[in-house]
């Protein structure tokens, strides 16, 4: 069993930036993958980056060279740094862990709003 806190996340304007965090709790020794998903109303849920143990990394196309995930394995906390924000990424954030592919682990989601 996992368990997932984010914090962060609010009202921005375009261009400006926010910091994700979730900090997990539990059976943490086997999570291979941790990482961040959003979805926006009217449209599926998608990855926006996710971290393995290793520290191998995948953003979405839409993020690269915005977003930068990051993970403190001492703290059993993963980051999500969203810079540059855009008006279309306006969603809501959700937090995953996952030991294997059918042992999944969600946080509660956080709303991101970019408006001006």
């Known amino acids: 069993q996992v368990q997932l806190m984010e914090s962060g996340g609010g009202l921005v304007q375009p261009g400006g930036s926010l910091r994700l965090s979730c900090a997990a709790s539990g059976s943490i020794s086997s999570i291979l993958v941790m990482g961040w998903h959003r979805q926006a109303p009217g449209k599926q849920r998608e990855l926006v980056a996710r971290?393995?143990?290793?520290?191998?990394?995948n953003y979405a196309d839409s993020v690269k060279g915005r977003f930068t995930i990051s993970r403190d394995n001492a703290k059993n906390t993963v980051y999500l740094q969203m810079n540059s924000l855009k008006l279309e990424d306006t969603a809501v954030y959700y937090c995953?862990?996952?030991?294997?592919?059918?042992?999944?682990?969600w946080g509660q989601g956080t709303q991101v709003t970019v408006s001006s």
């Open positions: 971290i393995n143990s290793g520290g191998g990394i």
């Open positions: 995953n862990a996952a030991r294997t592919p059918w042992d999944l682990y």
